[in-house]
């Protein structure tokens, strides 16, 4: 099981933001989202958008700390990423 999360350096709404991906499988990350109690409304295709108030406590529920490059590069190595072209066309 790797579910990798990235520092939250996004900003919006008034805070910074990350993004929790799994590089096995979208079940994976579901469940390991639920278990942290992340809303499904979090969920945007392929991640979940994190604040950076729950980055430390993903952390420390297993989740991989890992740069925002290397978290899209296993991403996509994972055959799990949603291109933007797609993500229009799947709203």
């Not at 990235?6 to 805070?15: A, E, K, L, S, T």
């Not at 390991?32 to 979090?42: C, H, N, S, T």
């Amino acid at each position: 099981m790797t579910v990798l999360v990235d520092p939250p350096v996004w900003p919006n709404h008034g805070r910074l933001w990350g993004h929790l991906v799994s590089d096995t499988s979208l079940a994976e990350l579901h469940a390991f989202a639920a278990r942290a109690g992340l809303p499904e409304r979090a969920f945007d295709h392929d991640h979940y958008d994190i604040p950076d108030s729950l980055y430390d406590q993903l952390v420390e529920l297993g989740a991989q700390p890992v740069s925002a490059h290397e978290l899209i590069r296993r991403l996509r190595a994972s055959g799990l990423r949603v291109p933007a072209r797609e993500r229009a066309r799947r709203h």
